[in-house]
């Protein structure tokens, strides 16, 4: 199989021509070196009431660890000043694992031999009706990335019934053009998340073999064109594990940042995931980032944009999950699957495999109760339309 120049943008691909947003992320990351930075710099930072990117670099450093008790204190200090005791709680709908990539660490990989199933659009409603009967009111809908088995209409019609029934809908999907997140916010769509996987070129090459995920610029630009796209809100991370995390982390945060500044009307948020094992692979582990380095990222992305969202997903066992709500998270994900019709799977002959393997399993109800010993207060809807 030949590789095409994954720098290249293909011909179907829009360039945002009047955009430098991605370049100066980039070289923000290859100028960062955590290794630079003193326990001054991070006492510096910590002392501040509003961050620079020198300060939010600090925080990722080495250096910050012996602060991890102070930062995780600041954290939920600014946690509390502008989300209050809330909590945001979403579930994930997997609807289609078809997919066109190549990608070595994902279960959905195209070379993986797993049961592919896509849900027709009764199957769509049935599993939102079975969601929305918990008492959910926000869902996420994800597909594998395959424009073939998954086009842009596809997601659409499953956006518009969503919307019938989630008073918030989101979408992680494979990046599009704008005119196309038009189309889908028109549909029902509220915000996009978008994993950039990583920010270091080089390792991005190694690791997207092949499909239309290879072309690391196209990704990198994806949040933008869905706010030009009228999308509310975006989602930013890298998968904490497949190069050097706190280069990725800084990235993630320069992006962000960067972005927030050029759209200050767009609600900006953070995920946070690891790598996790996949199916037919068990070679695919995570690097060493290990808990208290997880949390360090986490509170120093609360601090440095401390009114933007931070979501903990099911990749993270249960009671790591509880400790961080009201500290840095503010949105968590209960009663979750990642395979394909697997709510209603009494009802479906075949589902379609998961895309990973999960730590957390608790349904609602749990997740609910779990918050509320926590003195917070679960929410199932931010936002009124009017």
């Known amino acids: 199989m030949e590789k095409i120049n994954h720098m290249q943008y293909l011909p179907d691909m829009e360039v945002l021509e009047d955009s430098d947003i991605g370049e100066r992320v980039l070289n923000a990351m290859q100028n960062y070196d955590a290794g630079l ?3 001054t710099d991070v006492k510096h930072a910590l002392a501040a009431e509003y961050l620079t990117p020198q300060d939010f670099g600090a925080l990722l450093s080495p250096a910050a660890e012996p602060f991890l008790e102070k930062m995780a204190g600041r954290a939920m200090m600014e946690t509390h000043k502008h989300f209050g005791n809330s909590v945001l709680l979403f579930t994930p709908l997997y609807i289609s694992n078809f997919c066109e990539n190549h990608c070595i660490y994902c279960g959905f990989n195209c070379m993986n031999k797993i049961r592919r199933a896509r849900l ?12 929305a009967k918990t008492g959910m009111e926000e869902v996420l809908i994800l597909t ?3 424009r073939k088995d998954s086009d842009v209409e596809y997601i659409g019609r499953a956006c518009a019934v969503a919307h019938e029934y989630f008073k918030n809908v989101g979408i992680e999907v494979y990046p599009m053009n704008t005119e196309e997140y038009a189309y889908l916010h028109q549909c029902g769509a509220d915000y996009v998340t978008v994993f950039q996987e990583t920010y270091d070129s080089n390792r991005y090459e190694q690791l997207h073999l092949a499909g239309h995920k290879r072309i690391f610029p196209y990704r990198l630009n994806a949040q933008e064109r869905a706010i030009r796209g009228g999308m509310r809100g975006v989602a930013f991370a890298a998968l904490l594990g497949l190069a050097d995390f706190r280069k990725d982390a800084f990235a993630v945060g320069m992006h962000a940042y ?14 946070c995931p690891r790598l996790r094992p996949i199916i037919n692979n068990d070679k695919i ?8 380095q997880l949390l360090q990222v986490m509170c120093a992305y609360r601090i440095f944009m401390p009114f933007a969202g931070l979501t903990i997903s099911t990749r993270e066992r249960a009671g790591f999950r509880n400790n961080v709500i009201g500290m840095c998270a503010t949105k968590i994900s209960a009663g979750v699957s ?4 697997s709510h209603t799977e ?9 895309q990973f393997e999960i730590s957390d399993n608790r349904s609602l109800e749990e997740v609910i109760a779990a918050i509320r010993q926590r003195g917070l207060q679960p929410v199932l809807n931010d936002y009124v339309y009017i």
Request: proline share 4%; no cysteine; charged share 40%.
């Open 37 to 39: 930075y003193t326990e």
């Open 346 to 354: 009494e009802e479906i002959k075949e589902v379609g495999d998961s």
């Open 120 to 131: 027709d659009e009764d199957g769509i409603r049935r599993e939102m009706e079975a969601i």
């Open 144 to 146: 594998g990335e395959s």
């Open 258 to 271: 960067l972005l927030q500044r050029k759209y200050p009307h767009a609600e900006i948020s953070f995920s």
């Open 285 to 292: 582990n995570p690097k060493d980032v290990h808990e208290r």
């Open 338 to 341: 990642t395979g394909i019709g």
